[in-house]
């Protein structure tokens, strides 16, 4: 039976470095499996943030609409996969209130999808890759803080995200809308030493062997936070009356300037 994975997130858990992994070997992995990634998934991605933003049957009819244009063009004689961690939507703290408060909806709604396209001559599985959880709460504060005006200090932010684990309360409610079979996930941090690192349970779920895995092209991690201590600096910008360019255009000289005098 043909399987298709959706590794759907979370942002911040090596989403990016999986998603260059799969491009580097897309030619090798290709009798296998079609890869596809998240440029290819852009119009699907954008009615999930929609969906997001402002929920409503007709945002949601909207994503499944632009999803199955992706599934149509799928092959029917290899596995797939599909990466993009904003098709459960966007990075917490762009949205107010809970994690991706629309992921179980958005989640069921690909499997819907999917069962439609394929007439249920498939099995699907959504993965989500996740990490240790004050430090994927840490990494998601400061991507706020660097790409947007957040003006949240990270302990308002940790108290936003609600008490926990954020990640498993978004788990938690994805498996009791499709069930614990069709909603896996996995801890980043288990896969950095073997072949594959991040990519390696995508690859698993659709039957790659090992031997193979080892053989493909390594990639060196992507989106790595190079730079630390420039907290107070931004949050101090976030919340100036600078306009949104000179915020903007502050942050990348600062960034530019330390990662130049960062120890190699």
Known sequence: MQKIVIHAGFHK??????????????DALR??????????????????????NAPSAAHLADFRSAFEDVLRVMPRDRNIILSSEDLIGRVPGRV????????????????????????????????????????WIESVWWQNLRSTRMTLS?????????????????????????????????????????????????????????AIIRDLTPVSPQNRRTVQGLEDVFLALNRSDLSKAGVMNAKTLILRSARRQAPE
């Open 13 to 26: 858990t090596a989403t990016t470095t999986v998603q260059r992994f799969l491009g580097a070997n897309r």
């Open 96 to 135: 107010p209130g809970d994690a991706y408060p629309q992921a179980e909806h958005l989640a069921k709604a690909m499997m819907m999808s999917i069962s439609r396209v394929f007439s249920d001559e498939c099995e699907a599985t959504l993965i989500l890759s996740r990490r240790a959880p004050e430090d």
């Open 31 to 52: 009798p296998m499996a079609k890869v596809v990634l998240a440029f290819q998934l852009r119009h699907a991605t954008a009615a999930a943030h929609v969906m997001s």
């Open 154 to 210: 990270h302990a308002a932010f940790r108290e936003s995200m609600g008490s926990g684990d954020p990640q498993q309360g978004v788990v938690d409610r994805m498996q009791a809308h499709l069930g614990a079979a069709r909603v896996q996930d996995y801890d980043i941090e288990r896969t950095a030493s073997i072949p594959g690192g991040a990519a390696w349970p995508l690859l698993h779920m659709i039957d790659i062997p090992d």
